[in-house]
């Protein structure tokens, strides 16, 4: 019998691969993270694209998966400049052998900090800095008190932070509003310490357009991507007003660069170079204002698209409907937006228990909160949708944009371990005890939360529920 037990224990890569590798998804225990390494690979490969074709920069952020596997395929192989966001310490630390390889090739490296920089996070920052070297970590700033920070960082690390000013591009979580006088203020202070006293570099303006997961379709989606291009454009061209210098960048010393995006907003560029699809007679307006925004923001800064539950989405992702499909099963449809096949990460389940005497009739998983996850998402009001089992999410083609999915199964309650499955559809297939489901979560960043590992699979193989690989991941702060 395969002994287990150490599944949730901190093994070594090696000897979890050998544990699981080889096994299909219905002989391993539960709850698991499950993730598709084609729907990965596919949906990182269309975000470069995109920003290659349209000549902007992109930052990738790891908070979600927290691996090197997918932060390797976010990056890219061809790149020469490895820039990426972590919202945790532990997230750079973690990915530092990959982040040294890439330097040892010749590339260079810049973490980016994606909190505003807090006192006891100085240290630690700068240790990372003193291992990768000069230009390797961005800090964000948002307020005059932790300038006094940064010559913590500058003694361990032996150089200078870059600093991004967080702009509050509407989201209202964190950042300074472009129009602002506190931003003025913090700028008049911010640029003598930075051209001056050596204490940081200005790189440019941040914002994270969290807001955009309310939208509902792509050209929404696009609307607020040049929305907080336009509030970046504001803020860098009141930091050369204050220096007296043009904001052309043919007549500066240097260009800011302009980092804009979350998911939906981010990916929405890529509707603008999809070969495969016309746009939306309705969609022109915003389309064409978004090119308009990139083309100025280009003209004197350099333009930056950062984004991170893309690799794997989400249902709250599928509910914008913000971005174009990357898989083929869908490239058929008269709308070629993204669906349950483009979703990379599903939770296996098990059923323990049946109550087909409730109304509507329920079934439980050993699999609640901790597992999937708490996060409401607005398309429906449960907790995860579940597939039909033992099928990898490349066969699955409805669309999330209803609360309907093939099983016509959906997690209607949890608690910290108990997943409650309710029955929405007449036809939704019988469950038994002992039966395994997979579970799209809401959220994808907070499902994975829980797991030390990923096991792997490949719907792009001839067994697609066998698992190829396990992908450890960074836990803790």
Same mark, same amino acid.
């Given at each position: ?12 890569? !090696? ?79 973690y ?48 307020n ?8 913590a ?17 509407g ?23 930075? !051209?001056?006293?050596?204490?940081? #570099? ?33 803020a860098?061209?009141?930091?050369d007003?204050?220096?007296g ?13 302009l ?14 170079? #999809? ?30 698209? #950062? ?7 989400d ?24 669906s349950?096949?483009?979703?990379a ?16 009739? !329920?079934?439980?998983?050993?699999a ?25 999410t ?32 007449d ?7 002992g ?16 797991f ?24 803790g702060?």
């Open positions: 019998m395969d002994d287990f037990r150490g599944q949730h224990s901190p093994l070594s890569k !090696e000897s979890l691969k050998t544990m699981f590798v080889g096994k299909e998804l219905d002989q391993i225990p539960t709850p698991a993270a499950v993730v598709d390494r084609a729907v990965v690979r596919r949906n990182c490969l269309q975000m470069l694209v995109a920003c290659d074709a349209l000549g902007v920069s992109f930052r990738p952020h790891i908070k979600t998966h927290k691996t090197i596997e997918v932060t390797r395929m976010q990056i890219g192989d061809s790149a020469k400049n490895v820039n990426i966001i972590v919202s945790t310490v532990a997230e750079a630390e990915v530092m052998p990959y982040l040294r390889d890439c330097q040892k090739q010749g590339k260079t490296v810049n973490i980016l900090y994606g909190i505003p920089l807090p006192p006891s996070q100085a240290q630690r920052l700068g240790r990372i800095g003193s291992e990768l070297g000069p230009g390797s970590i961005s800090v964000l700033i948002d005059s008190d932790q300038l006094s920070i940064l010559p960082f500058q003694e361990v690390a032996g150089f200078s932070a870059h600093i991004f000013i967080k702009i509050d591009a989201y209202g979580r964190a950042g300074l509003d472009p129009n602002s006088e506190t931003l003025k203020a913090l700028l008049e202070v911010v640029l003598p310490i930075t !051209e001056a006293e050596g204490f940081g #570099h200005l790189s440019g303006f941040y914002s994270h357009a969290g807001h955009s997961y309310g939208v509902a379709s792509g050209d929404e989606a696009m609307e607020h991507l040049s929305g907080e291009i336009e509030n970046l454009v504001i860098a061209s009141l930091a007003k204050l220096l210098r043009s904001h052309k960048h043919n007549e500066r010393t240097a260009r800011y660069v980092s804009v995006g979350a998911t939906p907003s981010a990916t929405s560029i890529q509707h603008l170079v #999809h070969a495969n699809r016309s746009l939306p007679a309705a969609w022109v307006t915003e389309s064409d204002r978004l090119r308009k925004w990139i083309v100025h923001a280009q003209d004197f800064c350099q333009l930056e698209i #950062h984004a991170g539950v893309y690799p794997f989405l249902n709250q992702q599928l509910a914008t409907q913000a971005s174009p499909s990357s898989s083929t099963t869908t490239m058929a449809t008269a709308r070629h937006s993204i349950f096949p483009d979703i990460l599903t939770i296996l389940a098990e059923v323990a228990s049946l109550y087909m005497h409730r109304n509507p009739p !329920e079934a439980l998983v050993a609640g909160s901790l597992a999937l996850g708490r996060e409401p998402c607005k398309s429906y009001s449960g907790w995860g949708v579940v597939s039909d089992w033992s099928v990898s490349a066969m699955t083609t409805k669309s999330c944009t209803v609360p309907t999915t093939r099983s016509g199964w959906e997690v209607g309650r949890v608690s910290q371990e108990h997943g409650i499955l309710h029955r929405v559809s036809d939704a297939p019988d469950l038994q005890v039966s395994k489901v997979r579970v799209w979560p809401n959220h994808a960043c907070v499902a994975g939360a829980s030390d590992f990923y096991v792997v699979v490949d719907s792009d193989s001839p067994r697609p529920n066998q698992i190829v690989d396990v992908w450890t991941r960074c836990r702060w």
